[in-house]
């Protein structure tokens, strides 16, 4: 072998000792990287990653609540529209009163009528207490004429046919006597135990008055919480039945997320736990934080329309996933408000396990809706018609300066 050709195989051989020793540091680099990289996994797992459970199938819920008339109406004014921000009690739409205000009038004329009915029934029973004793008085006399009589009648001083008709007469007084005692009898049964006031005649007209007075305060529908107006479907001129939907008012402010978990996620979730969200609308710059309000009853599938069919032959395993209702903090709602729908990303902190796996109450006191008995207004009304007829001082007066 030639010189020449020596020099070129030890060059090769360098070459290739070279790459190989490259290639050697290269896959022990490499080895080390994996293996520092599973270890800084394994580390950040049982330290952090172990501790939270998170999914992106979670999303904005509320409440939808839907307005609708008590009463029916045609619609004479609609004071809001579609994503309009309203305060509780605002005014939503008005029904045209006229009906409601002729039932009113109508209800309060009955009143007075019944007032001056049972102030009568007070007045016959006076009357025959009065007749009564007057009766019983001449009675009396007339006993008195016929045992006079009967003693004359033996001296031949007064006639048999006299004393006969004397004994008639008593006999007609105390039927009459006994007829004014029966229809007092009659007359105090619709008035024993009660006053003017408190007769049933007047507390059903009462409380048909109160009845008409709510049928004209429904003419006005207000909202029942603050919100935004959703899904307006109703317009001016419309006649609308009672129990009609006529719009939505989603209150914003009371917002919550449910996430859709997975089954295997679920072990150590426990009511109380905390939890950071971000929106998709805000992306990452927004951070909320809430806390596990609870968790569903049963997975999505198990309330759906069509139940899966497991008993089926070609039966296919499925990582169910159970809704969990996460509470978000209130500021934060209101410095970055959200809207029904948007898609979240949660995590849950799942270290503190002593909470319980039931919650007793998912949410806080929620918003009552006012009732509208009791007016003030109309229980003054009452008691005015009421003293204008039941003869009182009053009445006295009135009649007094209509004089």
Excluded: C
């Amino acid at each position: 072998m030639s010189t020449t050709e020596t020099t070129n195989t030890d060059a090769a051989l360098v070459v290739y000792d070279a790459a190989k020793s490259t290639r050697r540091r290269r896959l022990a680099a490499l080895a080390a990287a994996v293996t520092l990289g599973l270890a800084g996994y394994g580390a950040w797992w049982a330290a952090y990653a172990r501790h939270y459970e998170s999914t992106d199938d979670a999303y904005v819920s509320g409440d939808l609540v839907e307005v609708t008339s008590e009463v029916p109406g045609t619609v004479t004014t609609l004071d809001v529209d579609d994503t309009q921000s309203v305060t509780r009690e605002q005014t939503l739409l008005e029904l045209d009163p006229a009906d409601a205000r002729i039932a009113m009038e109508n209800a309060e004329a009955n009143l007075a009528r019944a007032v001056r009915q049972v102030r009568t029934l007070f007045a016959q029973a006076a009357e025959l207490r009065a007749q009564i004793a007057e009766r019983e008085t001449a009675l009396k006399r007339a006993q008195g004429d016929f045992a006079r009589r009967a003693d004359l009648t033996r001296d031949g001083a007064v006639s048999h046919e006299e004393l006969a008709h004397t004994h008639d007469t008593i006999a007609e007084m105390q039927a009459s006597l006994a007829e004014a005692r029966e229809q007092l009898n009659a007359t105090w049964a619709q008035i024993d135990g009660t006053t003017v006031q408190r007769h049933p005649q007047v507390l059903a007209a009462e409380a048909a008055v109160r009845d008409a007075a709510l049928a004209l305060g429904r003419t006005r529908i207000a909202a029942p919480v603050a919100g935004v107006v959703a899904r307006r479907n109703v317009h001016v001129g419309q006649r609308i039945a009672a129990g009609t939907p006529l719009m939505s008012v989603v209150p914003l402010d009371a917002v919550w997320v449910d996430a859709n978990f997975k089954e295997v996620q679920l072990e150590n979730m426990r009511v109380g736990q905390p939890v950071t969200l971000h929106a998709d609308v805000y992306g990452g710059a927004v951070t909320y934080h809430g806390r596990l309000a609870g968790l569903g009853a049963g997975s999505g599938s198990a309330f759906a329309l069509l139940p899966a069919q497991n008993a089926s032959g070609n039966w296919i395993k499925i990582v169910q996933r159970v809704p969990v209702r996460i509470a978000l903090d209130a500021a934060e709602l209101d410095a970055h408000p959200l809207r029904v729908g948007l898609s979240m990303t949660a995590q849950v902190d799942v270290r503190d396990t002593s909470g319980p796996l039931v919650a007793t109450q998912v949410r806080g006191p929620q918003p009552k809706q006012a009732s509208r008995g009791g007016d003030p207004a109309v229980e003054a009304r009452i008691a005015e018609i009421i003293a204008d007829n039941d003869g009182g001082p009053r009445a006295v007066a009135l009649a007094g300066a209509r004089r």
